[in-house]
C-alpha cells in the first residue's frame, strides 16, 4: 500500500508543505532531499549481530542491564522497554525513566534450566523488572547518566504501590511491586505512566465460573517459576502505574481498567478533559480510552472501549449499562475484569494494538496493530482513528487502516511508533524471535526501527534507519528535549540461546561475554535533528 498525497494531505489536515519545528512553522524542503538520498540511504535488512545504522547515524550505549544504579546496590534493570524523561529545573539535565518488561531466567541466574534456581536468585530476577530511574546529562552532542545522582532510583517487584483510591483489590490497598513493564505514557504534569503487559507470565491469571467463583489459574507462571516462592495475587496486576519521576512515588490507577496495557497515551481534548489511550496487546483484544474527570488527576472518570464497526467509544458503566450491572456487583470488579466487560459491550477484536501515539497537528490516533497468526494476519498495520471534529474526547470516530506491512511495503509487525516534532512517524518491529527470518518474514531480517515521512518526496515510504543484533527487539524510541538524539531500547539481544554459556550474540560488550539489554542514543546527522 502506497500513500499519495492527498492521503496526505487528509491524513495530516494541514499543508504537506508545512511542518512544525519548535512550536512554529516551517519549510520541509530540507527533510525532502533528505528523505530523496542526498542526507540518508535506508539501510538493507540485515542479520548481523550488531546495532547497524544507516550511514549517517551514529550510536553509543547508555545503559545496560548491570550498570550499577546507587550505593544501595541497585542494578539497572533486565529487558529494557519504554523511555521517557522529565526535565530538571534550571538544567540541561534530566531524570529518565526505563521500563524493564520481564528477565530471561538463564542469563539472569545463570542457570541450565529453570527448576534449577533458588528462592535468592528468583528474588534477585524479581528486582530486575519494573523500572529504573537515573539522572542523564547533555554533554556536547552526547549524553552521559550520572553514577551519583539522588534520583537513580529502582521500582521493581517489591516496591509497595497503593491503588489509586485506596480500594482494596484482593484484599489489599497496596500491591507489591510492578512487572512486565512494556510501553507506557507521559502526563501533562510530567508523571510517567508504565503499563503492566503480560502479567500473567509471572504470576498467573483468575477467572471466574458462572456462580462468580473465583478460579487462580497458576499455569502461565511456571513460564518463570517467581509464584513457587512469592506467590500473588493475580488482581494485583495488569494496571497502568503514575511513577513521579523526581521522588519515585507511585500509585496504581483502578480507573483505566485491567489488561495488558501495552500503552497510555496522554492528550487534552479541546474542552481541557485528559483523555489516555491505551491497547490491550493479545489477539482478538481491545483499544481503549480514559475521559478523567479532572484535567490533573487520573484518579477518577470514564473507561471507553472501541467498536470500529459502529464508529463509537462504548462506556463501561454499570450505571448507564444493565448487561454491565447484571454481571459485577460494583464499578471495581468490572474494572478488574475489563476484558470480560469489553465483550460484554460489543468492543472489536483486534489484531494485537500495542503502542499508540497522536500526530501533533492533526490529532489523529495512530495504533500499532502488530500481528494475528490466528487470523492470518502475519504482517500486521498501522490504524488510524479519527476523532470526531478532531476532539479527544468525542464519542464518535472513523477508523481506517492507514498502512500494512508486508514485503511491498517492506517492514512486519509494528509495535512502538514515536512521532517527532516534524510529525514523522518512527517505528520499531515485534517479529517474534520462534519466527525472525523464517517464513513469511525472510525479507526483514533481524528487527528493525523504521522512518515513515508524511510529506515530501519519500512519503508513505518505511526507511530502515537501524536493525537490532541477533535475538533482540528494539523498543521505546524518544527523542532528547534538542531533538539531536534518539534514545532506543535494544531489548533481549540473544533470546532464544541453547544456553547461557552458548549465546547467540554477545552485544554489545563483544568477545564472549554475555549479551546485555541496554539503552543506545542514537545521534541523528545535522539535516535530521528533530528539535
Known sequence: MKINRRQLLEFLGASAGLSLMGGGLVSCST????VSGKAFTPLAPTNTDSLALAEGFKSQVLIGWGDPLNSKGELFGFNNDYIQWAPLKNSKSLVMWVNHEYVDPYFASQVESLGERTRSQVQKEMHLVGGSLFKVDAKGSQWDWDRHSIYNRRIDAFTPIPFSNGEKVAGKTKALGTLANCAGGK?????????EENYDGFVGEVYFTNSGKRVW?????????????FPRPPEHYGWVVEVNPWTGEAVKHT???RFAHECATCTVSKSGQLVVYSGDDTEDEHL?????????????????VASLEQGRWLPLDLDSDPRLKKKFSSSLEMLIRTREAAKIV?????????????????GDVIVALTNNLSRGNSFGSLLKIQEKNSDASSLEFDASTFLSGGEETGFACPDNLAFDSQGDLWFTTDISNKS????????????????????????????????GPVGSELTGPV????????????????????SYKNPTSHWPDGGNAMPRSAVVQIELPTRLARG
Open 187 to 195: 502526563t501533562p504534569w510530567g508523571h510517567i505512566l508504565t503499563c
Open 346 to 362: 460489543g468492543a472489536t477484536p483486534l489484531d494485537r494494538p500495542e503502542d499508540i501515539e497522536i500526530h501533533p497537528v492533526s
Open 217 to 229: 489459574d497458576r499455569k502461565k507462571a511456571d513460564k518463570y517459576g517467581w509464584s513457587k516462592f
Open 288 to 304: 481503549y480510552k480514559f475521559i478523567s474527570d479532572s484535567p490533573t488527576s487520573l484518579k477518577s472518570g470514564k473507561l471507553y
Open 436 to 467: 525472525i527470518n523464517k517464513a513469511p518474514y525472510e525479507f526483514m531480517k533481524n528487527n528493525s526501527l523504521f522512518y515513515l515521512p508524511l510529506k515530501g518526496a519519500g512519503a508513505g515510504k518505511a526507511h530502515r534507519v537501524a536493525s
Open 479 to 498: 527523542f532528547s528535549p534538542d531533538g539531536r538524539t534518539l534514545f532506543l531500547s535494544v531489548q533481549h539481544p540473544g533470546e532464544k540461546s541453547p
Open 255 to 257: 480507573g483505566l481498567g
Open 31 to 34: 527533510l525532502e532531499s533528505w
